[in-house]
């Protein structure tokens, strides 16, 4: 299950920095296509065992494991229905499942990691540590775990159709009123990464986008080495769903663009896809690091390639308030003075308010709930992130393997 | 009363700048990374084959009549199935097939696009052709 040093027989990784397969005991260091394990050819159909059949429990804990053994120490290795590579708990060393990636399951390409570990956690800590609301704790979070996981990914192209009906405010005979406007086009787009791990929510895979694909190689198990790997675990109308819902993302986007009115929002829409069958599989690299912070985990996402870190923090409430209130009453206080000053003129003579003073009111009042609800929605934003952040499948996902 | 609708309208207006100052200031602090590809990064440019634009509600219903259209995207493999790899073979009895359901490719501008009060917008080309025309 691992590829062994020429040299000395110790079990190589995949080194990040040089991208070639390196030896930690003598210091060797191979290029991942010109190694080949030994253990492979056996190694690849054999199949594992059923951990419950194996203890004989039907426990919740057994179910969807699997038991294997590693080729360097004879250690036990369990894993789930989906894993791929792992490191044993006994020796240390990384261990492929060569049989759940062999011939018809086995990606086509891989993106080996560009980014290290201690990288990825400085990466982590320098944008944390940037963030004015971020409380001091999370800032000098204490590192729960950190595991190089390569995600698997269908890449597809596909064709997007939708008509679409928009309604959106336009000025007609000097007065606002409400219309619909029709768009109705198609879009292809090429090489859309599509989270193939079922176990990862799609909202947070997707934004450790974009990936560099033209880094993608030739698939090879060494790349595997020392990281832990899944494999595809969705059905084609999962990957269907996840191309509709970006293609009409897409689509709003540039009809939008397209149509001259202001306040624009979808009402109807008939979209359809079409994919190409004609996907990639691919295993792309990304650092999950776990820490814990007032008891909740926290899953903080880095793109193994280029670095982009993901996730969404709690904040430092009192900071928030003492903030928003100094703002408030500045402003509020300040602006008691122009308001007053305007309303007077508006009214001071005892004159009825003319069209251009109704104008002005109607702006301020359109103006004031802007203000409002972008702030509330940038808030509300936050917080659903946070939610992802939070999230205990993917903390598990991390937490929960070997090693 | 004057006094009292400007504290109203101040107050309104001090708590909504202060929400949109710090909402954004909260955002750009603690969401990190909350972006993804656009439609650059995979090349997604749209092509609008029908536009009707200032619409009223019964207009806009014959438009959704007259532009419906859906690909039929349910052929093998099954939806349930796990996503694999096609064979070679299966590759090209897919493409046969989808040769034979006639999908629309690339642009084209449906010949009856006006909706019973809305403007049909022609699109640029179609403007600029006329000149030479």
Partial sequence: MATLCKNCSHALVFDPVSQMMFCSSCGSEFKPEEVESEAKPYRQDLNPESASGVYNSNEEEFMDCYVYSCSECGGEIIINGTEASTTCVFCGNPNVVFSRIAKQKKPEFIMPFRITRSEAVMRARDTIKKGTFVPRAIKNFSIDCCRGIYLPYWIVNATYYDTMIFEGTVTEDKKNVKRYFGRTGNLKFKDLPVDAARAISDDSSSKLEPFDLSHLKAFDEDYLAGFYSNISDVTYSDVRKAALERGKEFFIEASERDIDAFDIKPVESYPSVKVDTDMKYAMLPAWFITFRYKDKPHTILVNGDTGKVVCALPWKKALFDIMLLAIAITASVLSFFVFKEMFTSMFASGRDLDKGDLRILLFIIVGIGTLFSTGIGRVKRVMENIRLTQDKAMFNFTKKRQG | ?133
Avoid: H
Avoid at chain 2, 24 to 42: E, V
Avoid at chain 2, 60 to 76: A, E, H, I, P, S
Avoid at chain 2, 87 to 98: G, L, Q, V, Y
């Fill in chain 2, 1 to 133: 009363m004057i006094n009292f609708f400007a504290g109203l309208f101040a107050l309104a207006f001090g708590f909504g700048l202060a929400f949109w100052i710090c909402g954004n200031k909260l955002n750009k602090s603690n969401n990190i990374g909350d972006s993804r590809g656009g439609s650059k990064t995979y090349q997604a440019e749209t092509t609008f084959t029908s536009k009707c634009n200032r619409m009223d509600k019964t207009a806009y219903r014959t438009y959704v009549q007259q532009n419906l259209f859906k690909y039929d995207d349910t052929g093998d493999p099954s939806g349930q199935a796990q996503v694999r790899r096609l064979t070679e073979e299966e590759r090209r009895k897919k493409a046969t097939e989808e040769k034979k359901a006639n999908i629309p490719k690339g642009a084209f501008v449906s010949k009856n696009t006006s909706a019973d009060s809305g403007q049909y917008d022609r699109p640029d080309w179609e403007k600029r052709a006329e000149r030479y025309f």
